[in-house]
Nanobody, 126 residues
Framework: QVQLVESGGGLVQAGGSLKLSCAAS????????IGWFRQAPGKEREFVGA????????HYADSVKGRFTISSDRFKNTVNLEMDSLKLEDTAVYYC???????????????????WGQGTQVTVSS
């Protein structure tokens, strides 16, 4: 079983950048597809992006495509989410999650993911 811990959230002005990290313990990321999700107050949890087990397949939500980038550091057993050109509507709690079932590609719906971190708050101000 893998444990996930997100870090790197904070307060940033619109147009700025933040880098979130998801650190794994108890297992290696190569055993899981990793997804990033976010949830704003009063809204459902939504897909942000995901990377496959191999690290070769990346998929992003249209709302973040071209602004957010997922990268994997297999040696550090972390998956990062670099967020550029942040907008007010990016404000949310961001979660990373691990999917132990999907062997290739990556899923976009939360119910495919078995393990979740505690979340990290990202607040974008005007």
């Amino acid at each position: 079983q893998v444990q996930l811990v997100e870090s790197g959230g904070g307060l940033v002005q619109a147009g700025g950048s933040l880098k979130l990290s998801c650190a794994a313990s108890g297992s290696t990321f190569s055993n899981y597809a990793i997804g990033w999700f976010r949830q704003a107050p009063g809204k459902e949890r939504e897909f942000v992006g995901a990377v496959s087990r191999s690290g070769h397949y990346l998929h992003y939500a249209d709302s973040v495509k071209g602004r957010f980038t997922i990268s994997s550091d297999r040696f550090k057993n972390t998956v990062n989410l670099e967020m550029d050109s942040l907008k007010l509507e990016d404000t949310a709690v961001y979660y990373c999650a691990a999917d132990r079932v999907t062997l290739s590609g990556a899923r976009t719906t939360p119910n495919w993911y078995d393990y979740w971190g505690q979340g990290t708050q990202v607040t974008v101000s005007s």
